[in-house]
């Protein structure tokens, strides 16, 4: 009978353990080990096409959950992070991503390399003219807690930023929020607004090793 009692009021706990499970950052820190070979290393580059692994840590947490969900569910196409994040777990994706929200090593390469795709200062209108800054703040610095999560990109590399707003364009990064936005501009806007945004200073990191 004591048993019984015992047995129930640990599967209780269990039960309940399962479904308000913390986020472990430990956890998360050993599953991410596989990450840092792209995500850690200062302007690693993706081949065919060519522009640079994404900083991402520092990222909003609900930003990185949302985006390895995605990839999971191929609304993403690119073929290594469809890999990774099937691989994982929800609750394994919960863990890292509060793992890397509250990491990174500094990357001081990454602001003056803006330039090189297009102009700042013509971004900073063109932004302000199509309304980014209602979810990506000002800068870029986009405030926590908007739904669906609005991704910090103020600071991002320049080639990546361009990239992503290329793939909303053409429909191969599937975002009902971001699609319409970027639909009517063109390839020049896309680049001056990469560049005003990699110019911002901003929280993102590349991973520690
Ligand atoms: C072989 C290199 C490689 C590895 C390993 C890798 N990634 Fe990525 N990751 C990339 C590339 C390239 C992109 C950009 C892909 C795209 O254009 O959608 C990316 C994108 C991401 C993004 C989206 C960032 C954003 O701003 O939208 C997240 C989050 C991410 N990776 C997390 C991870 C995690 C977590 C792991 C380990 C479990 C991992 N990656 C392993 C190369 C890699
Ligand atoms: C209504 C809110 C909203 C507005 C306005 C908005 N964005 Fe976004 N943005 C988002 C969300 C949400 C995402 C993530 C979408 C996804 O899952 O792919 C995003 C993603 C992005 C990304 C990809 C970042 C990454 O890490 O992969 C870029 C670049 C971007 N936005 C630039 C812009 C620009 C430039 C504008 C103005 C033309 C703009 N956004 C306007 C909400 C918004």
Redesign the pocket.
């Known amino acids: 009978m004591r048993n019984t009692v015992m047995t129930l009021a640990l599967s209780c706990l269990v039960g309940i353990g399962t479904a308000w499970a913390e986020e472990d950052t430990e956890r998360g820190r050993i599953l991410a080990e596989t990450c840092v070979g792209c995500h850690g290393v200062e302007g690693y580059t993706n081949a065919y096409p060519t522009y640079k692994v994404?900083r991402i840590a520092g990222?909003h947490e609900a930003?990185l959950v949302?985006?390895l969900q995605?990839y999971r569910e191929t609304?993403?196409q690119h073929p290594t992070m469809v890999g990774q994040s099937q691989a994982l777990s929800e609750e394994q994706i919960r863990d890292i991503s509060a793992y890397l929200a509250g990491v990174g090593r500094e990357d001081k390469r990454a602001y003056p390399r803006a330039r090189s795709i297009g102009n700042p200062d013509r971004g900073g209108q063109?932004?302000e003219d199509?309304?980014?800054?209602?979810?990506?703040g000002t800068d870029g610095n986009?405030p926590e807690g908007?739904q669906?999560?609005?991704?910090?990109?103020a600071g991002?590399y320049a080639d990546?930023?361009y990239q992503?707003?290329k793939q909303?364009q053409d429909g191969s990064?599937?975002?009902a929020?971001?699609a319409p936005?970027?639909e009517n501009?063109d390839d020049r806007e896309l680049r001056d607004?990469?560049a005003f945004?990699a110019s911002q200073p901003g929280p993102l990191k590349i991973m520690p090793r």
């Open positions: 994404p990222q930003y949302d985006s995605n609304n993403r063109i932004a199509a309304g980014c800054q209602a979810c990506h986009s908007m669906p999560p609005s991704p910090i990109i991002q990546y930023l992503s707003l909303y990064r599937d975002s929020t971001m936005l970027v501009l607004l990469a945004y």
